[in-house]
């Protein structure tokens, strides 16, 4: 018997003002799988994850998230079936202070009439598991630090500690390592072999070195359509994916293993 | 030096009891005249704070505020003066009248954001202020309402002035409603409201109805507006379209930007610092405003962030002098003798 | 038949002042996000310093000058100080501006006093002339042809030269355009610039047909922010059309019910903003 697929999209389509951006996409991440999405830019990864999410409506088709067609459901309503999603910037807010960041994360739904019902700081089970959760990503130091004052790596951190708070079952990565110097990808790929492997993972990624080291399966996007969807062998050897893009970031991949 | 840092982090917690007992002691030293503009700041410490719940806190520019004031006043207007309607009854319906009045709107008026959001509320305030400005027979027009009665405290009378006994009314309801508020501010409601100016797309992504927590703040902002409103028709003892006005609204906005957005003690800071220009300049000068006017400039200039964040932006000029990263906020528990490291020294130890 | 030709020529002629203050509102919000609450002072300062020049030395055309003259001094020293710091900060925006409306409504009371000013027409446009059967000022037919003028000048200059290609451009994606290497910051400056000349020009033309009074700034910014919201940001055709709506039917309401004008055209602001927040003309996407 086959498990419930994490994710499902039914022939996902996305036209904004007359421009097809996605055209009819259609594939199945099973659950714990790890899904590269790759092509070249403008292919439309990026507006793919972003229909995904919900934060844009798709224009035809379904999104079907283990088992629940969330494809009327607003971005906010989704995290509710485990769904979550990184930005190519953190996504965290920038006046806030790390703690209050993660705070937010874990207050989420805690409290009732909107949250109106508690008070932030003399909710201890919140507090100390904040506590906790800097603790365990190395933020205690700057917990109390702004978060825009925070370097790049930091705030991606922050971002990535925040969703794991809401325990997601889906995560949705839209270039994690963008901004990382390239001696600072192999630790990244590192980190990214730790995740947990119930957790199902869907990575939007230009550095063919994170995609080869970390996907089960990479579907290749260009110009909206799915091109290809293969393991990274599979992948490597199609010629179509070759022509259109692959050649030369492959073989910057081969000099640039270590 | 660190003495003084840290007496302007705590200023906050000093200051509350000496101020409460000043508060409660003024009518026993301050004349009538001072005692009334210290009602009058109250109350705009009250209006100043609900659009700050608004625009501090959830980051909705909103310049049609006025909007609540005014429905506020009228309702304390018609009630207590045809009805009869005494004043806590009265009050309490002009704070329903503004929730009925945000929870119409609110759907319109959040379609939108940033400069949209505050043209289309000024637009439905001008509407409003037209309908008033017509509608002669029940809202007197542009004469408005006279005649308001001033609403006594019982035991009260006798015993102290009516200027004074109306100034402890309103530093109940006033208080009451900032405590209130303060709960709010403080709430996991609060901070949402926050995730909200900061980044609305990613406080959805954590799967936070933002619309809905919008509506409920603009809702909550014309309740405590409106009931502001209520109080200062029965300061005046009247009610005109005046207090529908746009300007009214804008005001409104300078002592929220003036004092600090977003902070707590800010707005009211910002109203007493406006309100007192305006009485005291207006004494010894006909300009008092051009006056304000600069005070507005020079405010955007040097201080865009309010008064309340003056130790903060101290600090950072000083260092921006010093040409070093911006000095992190000490933790509330720490208690560290030695100097607070860097946010360069922080992460290459961790 | 209240709507006839003379309602049409007042009303037209007031949509041409209308036009000049609300087309630099509209620009410099669509471009720089920029909200200015002093395009009425702007229009104020137009309006007294022509006044005070016309009196002195008699020549119209020399006060049309001198007046758009200084409210592009206060422009430039707005766009100078402000604008950089500002930008994407609307409540700072909003601060600012209400305080050089404050500091303006002032100064002028202080030095031109508390009552209306109004200045006769040069005397090449005094009296009134025949029109399609109606007998119309003279002065409020050529505020029609000067604003026709105008409006055309800025039109083309905005949608048929590089330079307003880059402005419309710049107004559709700020930051491609910073990325092709132009100089936005000079782009900014010359079309707030442009603005405030061209509000002052407008009061300094209107002193013959509203004149100039203490408030005549907060009407005039009222109505521009009007103009704008129906005509949309950052469109020039818009702000044409809108002006020529909202003038229409504030002078079409006045003759009916007099009071009502105000309800009227806050109304239709109201709706449409409700109903099509980005204007007629403005691109949707925006609010």
Same mark, same amino acid.
């Given at each position: 018997?086959t498990?419930?697929?994490a994710?499902q999209?039914?022939?996902?389509s996305?036209?904004?003002g007359?421009?097809?951006?996605l055209e009819?996409?259609?594939? &199945?991440v099973?659950p714990g ?9 403008g292919?439309?990864k990026?507006t793919?994850l972003n229909?995904?999410a919900?934060f ?5 088709g379904?999104?079907i998230v283990f088992?629940?067609?969330? &494809?009327?459901?607003p971005?906010?309503r989704r995290v509710?079936v485990?769904?979550?999603? &990184?930005?190519?910037q953190?996504?965290v807010?920038?006046?806030l202070? &790390?703690r209050q960041n993660?705070l937010?994360?874990?207050?989420r739904? /805690?409290?009732?009439?909107?949250g109106l019902?508690?008070?932030v700081?003399s909710?201890r089970?919140?507090?100390r598991e904040a506590e906790?959760v800097l ?13 825009r004052?925070l370097?790049?790596?930091y705030?991606? /951190?922050v ?9 997601p /079952?889906?995560?949705?990565l839209?270039?994690p ?6 001696d600072?990808i192999p ?5 990214l072999?730790?995740?947990p492997?119930?957790?199902?993972v869907v990575?939007v ?6 995609v080869?080291?970390?996907a089960?399966?990479?579907t290749v ?19 179509d994916?070759?022509?259109a893009?692959?050649?030369?970031a492959?073989?910057?991949?081969n000099a640039g293993?270590? | 030096?660190?003495a003084?840092?840290r007496l302007?982090?705590? #200023? ?5 009891v000496?101020?409460?007992v ?5 009518? +026993?030293?301050?004349p009538?005249y001072?005692?009334?503009v210290?009602t %009058?700041i109250?109350?705009f410490?009250?209006?100043?704070m609900?659009?700050?719940l608004?625009?501090?806190y959830?980051?909705l520019?909103?310049l ?7 429905t506020?006043?009228? +309702?304390v207007?018609?009630?207590?003066k045809y009805l009869?309607?005494? +004043?806590?009854v009265?009050l309490?319906?002009?704070? =329903?009248a503004?929730v009925a ?7 319109f008026?959040l379609r ?6 505050l043209?289309?509320?000024l637009s439905?305030?001008?509407v409003?202020f037209?309908?008033?400005?017509? #509608?002669?027979?029940?809202?007197g027009?542009?004469?408005g309402?006279?005649g308001i009665p001033?609403?006594? *405290?019982?035991?009260?009378v006798g015993? =102290?002035s ?5 100034y402890y ?9 900032? *405590?209130?508020?303060a709960?709010?501010?403080r ?12 980044n609305e797309r990613?406080l ?7 619309w809905?927590?919008k509506?409920? +703040? ?7 507006g409106a009931?502001?409103?209520g109080?200062?028709?029965?300061f ?6 005046g207090?529908?006005?746009w300007?009214?609204?804008g005001e409104g906005m300078v ?5 600090g957005?977003?902070t707590?003690w ?9 309100? *007192?220009?305006?009485?005291e300049?207006?004494a010894f000068t006909?300009?008092w405003v051009?006056?304000?006017?600069? =005070?507005?400039?020079?405010? =955007?200039?040097l201080?865009?962030?309010?008064i309340?964040r ?9 260092a921006q002098?010093?040409?070093?990263a ?12 030695h100097? %607070? ?5 922080v992460? %290459?130890?961790? | 038949?209240?709507v006839?030709?003379a309602?049409l020529?007042i009303?037209l002629?007031?949509a041409s002042l ?6 630099g509102?509209?620009?410099v919000?669509?471009?720089m996000?920029?909200?200015n609450?002093?395009t009425?002072s702007?229009?104020? $300062? ?6 005070s020049?016309?009196r002195s030395?008699g020549?119209f055309?020399?006060a049309?000058?001198a007046?758009a ?5 206060v422009? $430039?020293?707005i766009e100078r100080?402000f604008?950089?710091r500002?930008h ?6 909003v601060a600012?501006t ?6 303006v409504?002032d100064?002028?009371?202080? !030095?031109?006093g ?6 006769r027409?040069p005397?090449m446009?005094r009296g009134?002339m025949e029109?399609f059967?109606?007998?119309?000022? !003279?002065y409020?037919v ?7 003028v105008l409006a ?12 307003g290609?880059?402005v ?6 700020l930051?491609m355009?910073?990325?092709?290497g132009?100089?936005?910051r000079r782009?900014f400056a010359i079309?707030?610039?442009l603005?405030?000349f061209?509000?002052?020009l407008?009061g300094?033309?209107g002193?013959p047909?509203?004149?100039v009074a203490?408030?005549?700034d907060i009407?005039?910014?009222?109505m521009a922010l009007?103009v704008?919201i129906?005509?949309g ?12 709506v909202?003038a ?8 009916f019910w ?5 309800f ?14 980005q204007?007629l ?5 925006w609010?």
């Open positions: 018997m498990a419930v697929p994710l999209l039914e022939h996902v996305k036209i904004i007359g421009l097809t951006i009819d996409i259609s594939l &199945t099973q799988e790890r899904r590269a999405i790759i092509g070249p830019n292919a439309g990026t793919l229909v995904i919900g844009l409506p798709a224009t035809r379904r999104v088992g629940r067609d969330v &494809t009327r459901l971005a906010h509710d485990g769904l979550l999603k &990184t930005n190519q953190p996504a807010f920038q006046e202070t &790390t993660i937010i994360a874990l207050l739904g /805690r409290h009732r009439l909107l019902t508690g008070q700081n909710d089970a919140v507090q906790r603790e365990e990503w190395g933020l205690l130091d700057v917990g109390d630090i702004e978060v004052h370097p790049h790596g705030q991606r /951190r971002e990535l500690a925040a969703r794991f708070a809401l325990r /079952r889906l995560l949705l839209d270039e390592a963008a901004g990382l110097a390239v600072e630790a990244f790929i590192e980190r072999a730790q995740l492997r119930d957790m199902t990575l990624e230009h550095s063919m070195r994170v080869f080291s970390f089960d399966r990479i996007l260009h110009h909206g359509a799915v091109l290809a969807d293969g393991t990274p062998d599979e992948i490597q050897r199609n010629e994916v070759q022509a893009y692959l050649a030369g492959m073989r910057g991949r293993t270590a | 030096m660190m003084t840092a302007a982090r705590n #200023w906050r917690r000093a200051i509350g000496p101020l409460a000043l508060l409660l002691a003024a009518p +026993a030293f301050l009538t001072p005692l009334s210290l %009058e109250l109350i410490s009250l209006f100043a609900s659009l700050n608004l625009l501090g959830a980051g520019p909103s049609g505020h006025s909007a609540f004031f005014g506020g006043g009228y +309702a207007g018609l009630l207590a009869g309607i005494p +004043a806590p009265a309490l319906i002009a704070v =329903v503004g009045l945000a929870l119409i709107t609110g759907p008026v939108t954001h940033g400069a949209y959001f043209i289309l509320t439905l305030t001008q409003l037209g309908i008033v400005w017509l #509608w002669r027979r029940v809202t027009g542009d004469d309402l006279p001033t609403p006594k *405290l019982p035991f009260l015993r =102290v009516d200027t004074a006994n109306f009314l309103a530093l109940v309801v006033v208080g009451i409603a900032l *405590l209130t508020m709960w709010i501010v709430s996991p409601f609060g901070l949402a409201l926050i995730g909200i100016r900061e990613y959805a992504g954590l799967g936070y109805p933002t809905t927590l509506y409920a +703040a603009y809702t909550i902002a014309g309740g405590y009931l502001a409103g109080l200062f028709a029965y005046k003892g009247f009610v005109g379209p207090q529908i006005s300007l009214l609204a002592m929220v930007i003036l004092g957005a977003g707590f800010g707005p009211i800071i910002g109203a007493a610092l406006v309100l *007192l220009l305006r009485y300049v207006s006909q300009r051009m006056i304000l006017g600069i =005070v507005f400039i020079l405010t =955007v200039l201080l865009p962030q309010g309340v003056l130790p903060d932006r101290i600090r950072q000029l000083r002098l010093r040409r070093e911006p000095l992190a906020r000490r933790p509330a528990s720490a208690v560290s003798p100097r %607070e490291p860097s946010v360069e020294q992460i %290459e130890r961790s | 038949m209240p006839n030709t309602s020529v009303g002629s007031y209308l036009f000049l203050v609300a087309v509102l509209s620009v919000f669509g471009l996000r920029f909200i609450l002093a009425g702007l229009y104020l $300062i137009g309006g007294y310093i022509g006044w020049v016309a030395t020549n055309l020399l049309l000058v007046g003259l200084a409210a592009l001094v422009g $430039i020293a100080g604008l950089q500002l994407r900060k609307e409540l700072l925006q600012l209400l305080g050089v409306a404050y500091v409504q100064v002028t009371r202080w !030095i031109w508390g009552d209306p000013l109004r200045l027409p005397a446009l009134s029109l059967g109606s007998v119309v000022p !003279i409020r050529a505020l029609i042809v000067i604003g026709a055309i000048l800025v039109w083309y200059l905005l949608e048929r030269t590089k330079w290609a880059y419309r451009a710049g107004v559709d994606d930051e355009v910073q990325c092709l132009i100089n936005v782009i079309v707030f610039s603005g405030a061209l509000s002052g407008g300094a033309l002193t047909v509203t004149g203490p408030g005549t009407q005039l910014q009222l009007i704008v129906l005509g940001l950052g469109s020039v055709a818009g702000a044409i059309a809108a002006s020529i909202v229409l039917t504030d002078t079409i309401v006045r003759t007099p009071e009502a004008s105000f009227a055209v806050w109304a239709l602001a109201a709706v449409v903003l409700i109903v099509r927040p204007g003309f403005g691109r949707p996407g609010a």
